[in-house]
């Protein structure tokens, strides 16, 4: 892996990349990733219905994780402005729908410290930081969940879901410093 910062420097580590490639592996092909300068992981909850119609109840800010864990969620993401927040939140409306997708999901950005915003995944489920929506949203997620997994459209307007307030949520681990910080439970 190697980072570059200029087109010069591009061309010169995408050729060798192909190289490589070809000798390696028979295939010049390569894959490029951008390398994303600080980097916050946002994700967007939405909920989407047989007829297409889908709804966003905003963001939450999971930025900081241990281990591949999430640690704190936070809803709104602090440094989101609100231009920003709102095409976010519609780029996630527009995944679900150019997907045809129903049912609860959560689609999950990278966000760059300038404010740019970069696809990562959608999970196709609630996740256990949901609460965090529900306390800045008011609405309770799990019930929309199974109204519309029932067949239930979904009576939403866009307009109707206001974030009010700030929610965090927190996850403790029990580990061992003494042991690499493998789990557990404490002493019995």
């Known amino acids: 892996m190697r ?35 600080e980097p916050r992981h946002v994700e967007v909850q939405v909920m989407a219905d047989k007829d297409g119609n889908a709804v966003h109840f905003y963001e939450r ?30 780029s996630a409306i527009r995944i679900v729908k150019a997907a045809k997708y129903v049912n609860a999901a959560t689609v999950e950005f990278l966000l760059d410290k300038n404010g740019k915003f970069y696809f990562i995944e959608v999970n196709t489920r609630i996740q256990v930081e949901h609460p965090v929506t529900e306390m800045v ?6 019930k929309w969940q199974l109204r ?14 206001k974030h009010n307030g700030v929610a965090i949520e927190c996850r403790i681990n029990a580990e061992d410093p003494k042991n690499n910080f493998s789990p557990c439970p404490g002493n019995d």
């Open 137 to 142: 949203t008011g609405h309770d997620l799990i």
């Open 61 to 90: 800010d999971c930025t900081i994780q241990r281990r591949h864990q999430k640690m704190i969620e936070e809803s709104p993401c602090p440094v989101l402005e609100e231009r920003k927040r709102e095409e976010l939140c519609e």
């Open 3 to 37: 980072v570059v910062h200029n087109d010069v420097s591009f061309r010169s580590a995408f050729g060798a990349a192909k190289a490589e490639a070809a000798a390696a592996f028979g295939n010049g092909s390569v894959y490029i990733e951008k390398f994303i300068v």
């Open 148 to 161: 519309i997994a029932s067949g239930e459209d979904i009576d939403l307007k866009q307009r109707d879901i």
